[in-house]
C-alpha cells in the first residue's frame, strides 16, 4: 500500500460540529453543555452559559424569537425542545448571579464607544472586562437603545447594571458625537448607533469581516451594519474581540474569527417523547425543566460510533483514534506508544465509513497505520502469526489446487476461497457440482485470497499471494471468477481489479424447494455491503428455493463483522468475544450465511447458524463447528475429493507431522485449544520432540511437561502416556523463548523497530 497513515482524514468528521438549535442561532451558544446541566437541575451552571454567549441573558430570554425551534428535529416527530422555556427557568431559577470579574491588569489604550443599545453595551462590557478603559457616549438621557422599546425598561435597565458588573466603563449619557475628531484621544473608536444611525463615512472599503472601518483603529457594527436586535448583541461581544487584536497588534492584518457552520444530518431514528406542558404561568419548574431538557437529543453525529464494535470498545470517536494512531508511529521518541492492540483490533470491516455521511473511513487509515507500524517493526508477530501459518498451509502441496476446466476450455474458474474448504469438503464438493451444471467450462483454485497477509501488513508477502492467484488467472485464459466468500471478493476488488467474477448464487438455476422448513435471519457478512451483487444474488437463490427468511439488517451497509475480519481475535479476544456475543444476540431465529467464517464463528458459540450449502446439500441439521485442527484435515480433503472426483486423479496422501503420535484430548482441552490457536499438529510436535529427547519432566503421578518454541511462541503440553497414546491434559502457549543446555533452539530472524535499526 502506496498511501500512509493521515491523521487529517477527520477533518470531513462532523462529530462535535454546532447542533442544528445553536447553528441559527445568533449566539451559537453551547446547547449541549446547556441542557446537560439544565437536565441535572445545575440551574447556575446553565446561566453562566448563557451568560458567557448572550452577555444580557435577562433581555434574551424576553425578547427571543425561538428560531431553533424551526430546525428541531424532534418538529417532525413530537414537539420541538422547548429552548426558550428552558432559558427564561435558567434564568428565574438561578437566582441570576452576576458575571466573573477577574483580576487583570489594567490597559493603557482607552476606547470609545458611540451608541450605548445592545450592541454598543455588549462591546463595552466584553472589552472592560479585560480591563481596558471604556467610554460609551450615548446621546440619549440613558442607555439601553433598542432594548428599551423591546422589553420591559425596568428589566433592561436591571440587566444592565447587573451585567455591566463584568467590567467597568465609563457611560456618558446625553452626549451625543458628532464628529470622529472629537475622539483623536483615543486609541481605538467603535461605532455602534444603531439601525440608520450615522456611519460617519466609515462603511465604505472597510473590512466587515473583522468590523473594521476604512480607518485605522475606527471599527463599527450591530444594527447600524445591517445586524437584527439579537445579532447586534452577538456582534458587539464579537468586535471586541477584533478591537482588543487591533489594540495588541497595531493593525487590522488579521484574519476574522472562525465561525463553524453546522454539517450535521439529522438523525435517522428518534424516540417519541412529548414536550413538558407548564402548569404554572410562571414558566417550567425546577423538576419540569430538567424533563423537558431530557426530551433534547443533544444533537452530534455518532453514526460511526454506534455501529462499530471497535470504536465503542475503545471508546473513542474518530478524533480520538486518530490522535492515538498518530502518536504511535512517531519516530521522534526513544520508544513510542504504539498502540500495537488497538490498531490490530479494527476488523477492517467497513461500516464506519458505510453509516458516514460524508464517507469518512477510520478503517482504511488504521489498515494504513497497521502497514506503517509493520514497516517500522513495531507490530508483534503473535497478532497475526496463527493466521499466517494458516495461509501458508492452504498454498501447500497437499491443500492448493489450480485445475482448468475437463473440457479443454475454461471459461469459469470456481473460487471457493480457504475457508469454505476448510469448514466442510462437502461445500466444496457442492459448490463445484453446481457450478459444472451451469457452466460446464470451468475451472477450480483452492487457494487464498491472501487476506490474512493484507491484514498483517506484511505487503511483499501479500503481492505474492495476489500475483500466484494472477498468474494462474492469466495462464487459464483469463476466465471469470465464481465466488463464494464475500471477502475474496473485497480482495480482488482492492488488488485485483482486472480478474472479472461473478457469485456462484447468480450461476445455479436448478434448484429444489428446500429451507428445512424453517425460517431464517439472514446474516449478511460485512464484506458484501460494499457489492450489492452479494445480496442481490442470495436473495433471488433464496426466492427461487422459496426458503423464508428476514434480513438481519434491512440495510446490508449496516451489516456488522462477525470478529473474524482483520484478525482481531490475537490481538483483543475481549473485543472478540464481545463482538460474537452481539451478533448471535440480535435476533432468536436460527440465522442463514452465505460466508462460511461467520457460520462457523456463530456455530462455534451454540447459535443455530446454516450456510446456503446446507440448504442446497439438503441437510436436516445445521453442522457444528470445526475446530482448528479439523479446518486444516478439511482442506486437505477437499482438495484430494476435487482431484479424484472431477479429475480422475489421485489426489495425495497427506503424511501429518510426527503423525505417530496418537492424542486423546477432551472437549475441554480442545476448547482451550480453540481459544489458544493450537492444533493438534502442533501439540504432537512438542510431544514427540519431548519423547525424542528426553526433555521433559514427570511428577510422582507420571504426568509429563514439556514445552518447544514454534516461531513467536512456546509452547507447552501437559501429557500421561497411555497404551500407545498420550492422554493431553492441559496446554498453554507464551510469547518467550528459552535458552536451555541441550535443547535445539530454532530462532526467529528479528525485525527491530526503528529506533534499534537507525
Known amino acids: 500500500m502506496k498511501d500512509r497513515f493521515n491523521s487529517q482524514y477527520i477533518r470531513g468528521c462532523v462529530r462535535g460540529d454546532p447542533p442544528f438549535c445553536a447553528d441559527v442561532c445568533p449566539f451559537h451558544t453551547e446547547i449541549r453543555d446547556f441542557i446537560a446541566k439544565m437536565n441535572r437541575g445545575s440551574f447556575r451552571g446553565a446561566y453562566k452559559i448563557l451568560q458567557q454567549a448572550e452577555v444580557f441573558p435577562g433581555i434574551v430570554a424576553e425578547i427571543c424569537d425561538a428560531r431553533c425551534s424551526g430546525v428541531c428535529p424532534r418538529k417532525g416527530v413530537d414537539q420541538s425542545v422547548k429552548l426558550l422555556e428552558l432559558e427564561r427557568a ?62 420591559d425598561p425596568e428589566l433592561v435597565v436591571r440587566e444592565i447594571k447587573l451585567q455591566s458588573k463584568a467590567g467597568s466603563y465609563i457611560a456618558e449619557c446625553g452626549r451625543e458625537i458628532t464628529s470622529l475628531r472629537e475622539l483623536e484621544d483615543y486609541d481605538a473608536v467603535f461605532v455602534a448607533t444603531g439601525e440608520g444611525g450615522n456611519d460617519f463615512g466609515l462603511a465604505a472599503g472597510g473590512r466587515p469581516d473583522i468590523h473594521a472601518g476604512n480607518r485605522d483603529g475606527f471599527f463599527l457594527g450591530g444594527q447600524l451594519t445591517g445586524c437584527d436586535i439579537l445579532e447586534s448583541i452577538r456582534d458587539g461581544a464579537r468586535a471586541a474581540v477584533d478591537v482588543e487584536k487591533f489594540l495588541k497588534l497595531g493593525t487590522t492584518l488579521f484574519d476574522p474569527e472562525p465561525e463553524q457552520k453546522s454539517r450535521l444530518v439529522p438523525p435517522e431514528r428518534m424516540e417519541v417523547m412529548e414536550a413538558v406542558e407548564s402548569v404554572s404561568d410562571a414558566g417550567y419548574t425546577a423538576e419540569e425543566a430538567k424533563q423537558e431538557a431530557g426530551r433534547c437529543l443533544r444533537c452530534d453525529c455518532s453514526r460511526c460510533y454506534d455501529a462499530c464494535d471497535f470504536m465503542r470498545y475503545y471508546r473513542k470517536y474518530p478524533s480520538q483514534l486518530a490522535t492515538a494512531v498518530e502518536f504511535g508511529l512517531r519516530l521522534d521518541v526513544i520508544e513510542p506508544k504504539t498502540n500495537n492492540r488497538m490498531v490490530n483490533a479494527c476488523s477492517d470491516c467497513g461500516t464506519c465509513v458505510a453509516v458516514c455521511p460524508y464517507g469518512v473511513d477510520s478503517g482504511r487509515e488504521i489498515m494504513l497505520a497497521r502497514h506503517q507500524m509493520f514497516e517500522q517493526a513495531q507490530l508483534s508477530d503473535y497478532y497475526h502469526g496463527f493466521l499466517l501459518k494458516d495461509m501458508a498451509h492452504s498454498m501447500s502441496e497437499d491443500a492448493f489446487l489450480g485445475k482448468c476446466s475437463p473440457t479443454g476450455k475454461t471459461e469459469y474458474i470456481l473460487f471457493p476461497g480457504c475457508q469454505l474448504t476448510a469448514s466442510d469438503p462437502a461445500y466444496t464438493e457442492k459448490a463445484y457440482e453446481l457450478l459444472l451444471q451451469s457452466k460446464p467450462d470451468s475451472g477450480i483454485l483452492l487457494s487464498c485470497c491472501g487476506a490474512p497477509a493484507f491484514w498483517a501488513g506484511d505487503e ?119 463482538i460474537v456475543q452481539s451478533r448471535v444476540t440480535e435476533s432468536e431465529l436460527p440465522y442463514l450465511c452465505y460466508c462460511t467464517n461467520c457460520r462457523d464463528i456463530y456455530a462455534e458459540r451454540g447459535k443455530e447458524a446454516w450456510h446456503i450449502l446446507d440448504l442446497l446439500l439438503e441437510r436436516q441439521a445445521a453442522p457444528e463447528a470445526p475446530d482448528l485442527t479439523k479446518r486444516r484435515r478439511n482442506r486437505e480433503r477437499s482438495a484430494k475429493m476435487v482431484q479424484e472426483k472431477f479429475f480422475g486423479m489421485d489426489g495425495i496422501d497427506v503424511k501429518l507431522p510426527d503423525q505417530h503420535i496418537i492424542l486423546r484430548i477432551s472437549g475441554e482441552i480442545r476448547e482451550e485449544m480453540n481459544r489458544q490457536r493450537l492444533t493438534e499438529d502442533e501439540l504432537r510436535s512438542v510431544i514427540a520432540y519431548a519423547e525424542r529427547t528426553g526433555l521433559w519432566l514427570e511428577d510422582e503421578d507420571g504426568l509429563r511437561i514439556a514445552h518447544l518454541q514454534m516461531g513467536y511462541i512456546t509452547v507447552w503440553a501437559e501429557y500421561a502416556p497411555a497404551k500407545g497414546e498420550f492422554l493431553l491434559k492441559d496446554i498453554y502457549s507464551h510469547r518467550m523463548e528459552i535458552e536451555e543446555r541441550g535443547r535445539e533452539i530454532k530462532r526467529v530472524k528479528k525485525r527491530y523497530p526503528h529506533y534499534v535499526r537507525s
Not at 93 to 107: C, T
Open 90 to 151: 435558567a434564568v428565574r431559577l438561578s437566582g441570576s448571579p452576576a458575571p466573573v470579574k477577574y483580576n487583570l491588569p489594567a490597559k493603557t489604550q482607552k476606547v470609545a464607544v458611540i451608541g450605548g443599545g445592545p450592541c454598543g453595551l455588549a462591546f463595552a462590557i466584553r472589552l472592560s472586562a479585560k480591563n481596558y478603559a471604556v467610554t460609551v457616549f450615548e446621546k440619549k438621557d440613558v442607555t439601553g437603545g433598542s432594548f428599551l422599546a423591546a422589553a
Open 460 to 578: 511483499a508477502l501479500h503481492e505474492k499471494m495476489i500475483e500466484k492467484i494472477r498468474n494462474f488467472w492469466e495462464e487459464a485464459g483469463r476466465p471469470v471468477f465464481v465466488l463464494t466468500c464475500p471477502s475474496c471478493g473485497k480482495q480482488l476488488e482492492r488488488f485485483l481489479p482486472e480478474i472479472g467474477w461473478v457469485t456462484l448464487w447468480s450461476l445455479i438455476e436448478n434448484v429444489k424447494v428446500c429451507g428445512a422448513g424453517r425460517t431464517f435471519a439472514l446474516a449478511d457478512p460485512c464484506a458484501a455491503k460494499d457489492d450489492t451483487r452479494w445480496r442481490e444474488d442470495i436473495t433471488g437463490l433464496l426466492d427461487r428455493m422459496a426458503a423464508a427468511y428476514h434480513p438481519l439488517h434491512e440495510n446490508i451497509r449496516e451489516a456488522p463483522c462477525c470478529s473474524y475480519g482483520g484478525d482481531v481475535e490475537a490481538a483483543n479476544p475481549e473485543l472478540k468475544e464481545e
